[in-house]
């Protein structure tokens, strides 16, 4: 029986060939005067995009600022030095040009500039909530976190290596450009990475226990579909423009909450585990995904074995021969030679490292710390099973 839900999604996406060069005529549109500019690498300057972007904002008569420097698990150090900047130059609207990692570290930015006198991070370590936020919005150049079109954000604190999510409807961008052509330079690390990332927004809210809609779990069923088949397309053709299309626009929907509506609000296990392994050794947030999934999704898939069965048949047409758990265990099979057939790990040691007996406890303690105790929907883990679970994706 499905669930009440709310279901928001505010943000005007602006989708195709050539769209970054109208981002200041949205800027206007949403009221921007002052931007502050948030970046990653200087790829976005050697390559041109920044320089067309920028030109489309001075021809609005608008002004900016840059805050580049932000790395994968974007760091709170970085967060606090673009307050600081913004604070200075009176910013009023964030631009993030990147992926997942700069637009969370735009917003982070935007919530500590809304409220100057609170320290941002409390927002992330959930001992408060955010009044209010400056407006945000993206030129996307990663499709694979979601951030351009969710309330989400997630920040690490460098000292404590702890990486937190804070997750508020304030921080809906204004609008998302997303031009599938400036992806096309990405390593292929990068986008099967940002595929399994998208994947596992939906399988989140997929595998759960309590309240499901047919239509719900269709559209879920053809994104995962989809971007099985268009990551394994661009992995032997990456300059693909159209497989770059159809992933990029998958990332955004499955991480907006439609692949949600009418369950419990999904299960998240899998993140939050991730969380600690990205906070600990600095790794690639998709591939820690695909690392820890398949240890999860054995260790659970008997608590909600009909939802493991139709992934199995539904999505990695599994044959329905032997008994549901035969099916179900060969459905996480099918998804372990999926992640080697993309280049992505089905474990930490193919992952590149190898945590002691000592880091996977402190992993425990930190994610049931993080989660107040307990996580999950397909089954309810505690502090013991989340040991359990790294112990078995070593």
């Known amino acids: ?43 976005v300057f050697k390559n041109g995009l920044m320089d067309e972007i920028t030109d489309s904002i001075k021809k609005e008569g608008l002004t900016y600022e840059f805050l580049g420097g932000v790395v994968p698990n974007p760091h709170l150090s970085k967060v606090y030095e ?23 570290t735009a917003k ?9 006198e609170e320290d941002v991070w409390t927002l992330f370590a959930h001992t408060r909530t955010a009044g209010k936020c400056l407006p945000v919005a993206s030129v996307l150049t990663i499709a694979a976190a979601g ?31 997303m031009n599938p052509e400036l992806t096309l330079s990405l390593s292929d690390y990068q986008t ?21 809609m047919e239509i719900t779990d269709s559209i879920a069923e053809g994104l995962l579909r989809t971007v099985i088949s268009n990551a394994m397309l661009l992995h032997s053709d990456p300059q693909n423009y159209d497989a770059r299309a159809e992933i990029m626009w998958a990332g955004s929907l499955a991480h907006n909450n439609l692949t949600g509506c009418g369950n419990d609000g999904g299960d998240f296990s899998t993140h939050l585990l991730e969380h600690e392994i990205g906070g600990m050794f600095d790794v690639t947030h998709g591939a820690g995904l695909a690392a820890v999934w398949p240890a999860w999704a054995r260790y659970s898939y008997r608590h909600a074995l009909p939802r493991f ?13 032997g008994t549901e758990e035969e099916i179900a265990e060969r459905g996480i099979e099918a998804m372990e030679t999926f ?5 992505m790990p089905a474990n930490m040691k193919e992952l ?17 710390q993080a989660c107040g105790g307990s996580k999950g929907s397909a089954r309810v883990l505690q502090e013991k099973d989340m040991e359990k679970i790294y112990q078995m994706a070593r």
């Open 309 to 321: 069965v139709r992934f199995a048949i539904n999505v990695m047409q599994v044959k329905p021969e």
């Open 82 to 104: 673009g307050i600081e900047l913004g604070k200075r130059m009176q910013a009023d609207f964030l631009l993030a040009v990147g992926g997942g990692s700069v637009i969370d």
């Open 147 to 177: 951030s351009e079109t969710s309330m989400g954000a997630v920040i690490t604190k460098e000292q404590t290596k702890e990486k937190r999510s804070y997750d508020d409807d304030l921080a809906r961008p204004k609008f998302a450009v």
């Open 339 to 343: 992640y080697h057939s993309i280049g």
């Open 108 to 116: 982070a930015v935007a919530y500590g500039l809304a409220e100057p």
């Open 192 to 212: 099967m990475s940002g595929c399994t990332d998208i994947m596992m927004h939906t399988m989140e809210r997929y595998f759960t226990n309590d309240g499901n």
């Open 352 to 368: 590149g490292i190898t945590p002691t007996d000592r880091q996977i406890h402190e992993m425990a303690v930190s994610c049931a």
């Open 1 to 43: 029986m499905a669930n009440n839900f709310h279901y928001y999604s505010p943000t005007e996406v602006v989708f195709g060939k050539g769209t970054h060069r109208e981002t200041g005529r949205y800027i206007k549109k949403y009221n921007g005067n002052r931007i502050l500019i948030v970046y990653g690498s200087d790829r």
